[in-house]
């Protein structure tokens, strides 16, 4: 079993940038595929970004390409979020895919066994 904490939101202006953290409690799965996903209100959750650290690569939705980078040392993964805009705004989650084996992280909410409870970001215009 392992537990994901996210960190990081706030309330922020357009134009604005934001860190995100995500901590396993555990070592034992760090390199398997570790993804960010949005949920706004009403809407159904959406994939933003993965990584493997594993292999090194990372995938980002069209969305967020070119605005949102991801990182990861250890058991933390971040998502650095530049030019936020007001359609950015949603509670952010982060999760692990137990079962990777491969290092192809998927975007679909089911390719992802472990959740956190999510960090929330609201972006003013």
């Known amino acids: 079993q392992v537990h994901l904490e996210e960190s990081g939101g706030d309330s922020v202006q357009a134009g604005g940038s934001l860190r995100l953290s995500c901590v396993a409690s555990?070592?034992?799965?760090?390199?398997?595929?570790r993804g960010w996903f949005r949920q706004a209100p009403g809407k159904e959750r959406e994939w933003l970004a993965s990584?493997?650290?594993?292999?090194?690569s990372t995938f980002y939705a069209n969305a967020v390409k070119g605005r949102f980078t991801l990182g990861n040392a250890g058991k933390t993964v971040t998502l650095q979020m530049n030019s936020l805009q007001p359609e950015d705004t949603g509670m952010y989650y982060c999760?692990?895919?137990?079962?990777?084996?491969?290092?192809?992280?998927?975007?679909?909410?089911?390719?992802?066994?472990?959740w956190g409870q999510g960090t929330q970001v609201t972006v003013s215009a």
């Open positions: 999760a692990l895919d137990g079962r990777d084996e491969d290092g192809q992280c998927g975007p679909g909410i089911y390719d992802y066994n472990y």
């Open positions: 990584i493997s650290p594993g292999t090194g």
């Open positions: 555990s070592s034992r799965l760090s390199a398997n595929c």
